[in-house]
């Protein structure tokens, strides 16, 4: 539930706090694989909406598959952010 006060307050730094406390010693295992993973896209999704592009597109690469499978909405979020970074280029590179 923090997490998604932090997309509804669209409060970046409480997301990275979060994630911060999650990655703490065995703090994720309390979360089964359901939750982690709607954790780690409701996550990118606020990175898609907050971030610098080149941030959200090192997340992407760090977290896409081996943390979590993105969604469609996720992979719409990292269309819409690359748009409007004017970074479509990049789109070969997320496929």
């Not at 990275?16 to 709607?38: H, I, P, Q, S, V």
């Not at 992407?60 to 479509?88: G, R, V, W």
């Amino acid at each position: 539930t923090g997490l998604l006060q932090c997309c509804d307050l669209k409060d970046i730094k409480l997301a990275y706090r979060l994630n911060k406390a999650l990655e703490k010693g065995d703090n994720w295992k309390f979360l089964d694989m359901d939750r982690l993973n709607t954790y780690w896209s409701k996550f990118f999704s606020l990175l898609c909406m907050m971030e610098q592009i080149d941030v959200v597109l090192k997340w992407y690469k760090e977290m896409s598959c081996s943390l979590f499978y993105p969604t469609p909405k996720n992979i719409l979020d990292l269309l819409q952010a690359l748009d409007a970074a004017n970074h479509l280029e990049a789109i070969p590179s997320v496929w």
